[in-house]
């Protein structure tokens, strides 16, 4: 058995297919009507699609879980990021830990926790 993709859910297919694009460089594989698969194994959901599945509502900013993405120029990344999405809501600006790995942390337009760090 081996894990294959990892969702998460979107108020906007449109709007986080360009969001993922421009930020990570993802493309779509595979998109299906509310269901988009990109590079790297990340699915995008529409909210809609999953609240209808799940027959519940969902909680965005759960803060239970992030997608992690590493960079190796994480200074440019972050510029990248305040350029195209200065609405941004961080979680913790760019800062260094104590072992030396750069790291910023934020969410997305759904509300869903990204972190992006230099390697490791």
């Not at 120029?73 to 800062?95: Q, S």
């Not at 790291?103 to 390697?119: K, Q, S």
Request: some cysteine; hydrophobic content about 40%.
């Amino acid at each position: 058995m081996r894990l294959r993709n990892v969702l998460i859910v979107v108020d906007n297919i449109e709007k986080s297919k360009k969001y993922y694009h421009d930020l990570f460089g993802l493309d779509v594989v595979l998109d299906n009507e509310g269901n988009v698969i990109m590079t790297e194994g990340l699915v995008l959901q529409d909210k809609s699609i999953w609240e209808k599945f799940l027959d519940r509502n969902i909680a965005g900013k759960n803060n239970s879980c992030e997608l992690y993405f590493e960079e190796n120029d994480l200074e440019a990344f972050v510029e990248k990021l305040e350029r195209l999405y200065p609405e941004t809501e961080y979680v913790n600006r760019l800062m260094t830990h104590s072992w030396g790995q750069k790291v910023v942390r934020f969410y997305d337009l759904d509300g869903n926790l990204i972190e992006v760090g230099t390697p490791m």
